[in-house]
């Protein structure tokens, strides 16, 4: 995955009344070569004993999301905001976590092989759309986890990316792919958790949340993705 760079942090300010619209889900094409090539390790985590794999995976997933996956990050962050209440967040995140479950593994088994310059940008891309989307709608709606489960396809392949990187070792194969994958939930879930207790459990609520706290947030989240967008198609 390439290494993200930071923007200056920009200041928005929008009224709390928006008008609200449904934006259409574009349908993305995804080019994707299918070939018959699981990875393999053959560095020092092909040396990790059955009973290590599993803590050293699930700490490389959880790590490729905190503190490595900033994209990622604003990705969940995004799924954050667009409602008050953690079920519903929870459940959205749930739906992105199977998704993402379903291409980390067709890829690591060699069913599928992501081009990374087609999924970088559509990651990013994902990322935009969604933190525009909470600026746009003012209360979640049921598409929204179909949105979540298509871009967690995408993500699923940029896991993929990071995780063939690493490699797999031959003799605990599945455990180390499923290790990996639960570090990568807990990382999200961490984010969530974090976010709700620092502001949603007590602000929420409150008139002035979603004009100066979501809006504005979602604004230099999609000017971020947007930027990723253009240098991940053009750089």
Known sequence: MKKNITLPVLVFRFPVKLWQTKLSLLLFFFALTFESQAHTINYE?????????????????FEHIIPLGLDHILFVLSIFFLSDRLRPILWQATTFTLAHSITLGLAMYGYIKPLPAVVEPIIALSIFFVAMENML?????????GIVFLFGLVHGMGFAGALSELGLPSSSYFSALVSFNVGVELGQLAVILTAYFLLGRWFSKESWYRGYVVNPVSAVIAVIALYWTVERTFG
């Open 45 to 61: 985590l092909a040396e990790l004993s059955q009973k290590n794999v599993v803590w050293v995976y699930l700490k490389l997933g």
């Open 137 to 145: 709608v003012r209360k979640l709606r049921p598409s929204r986890l």
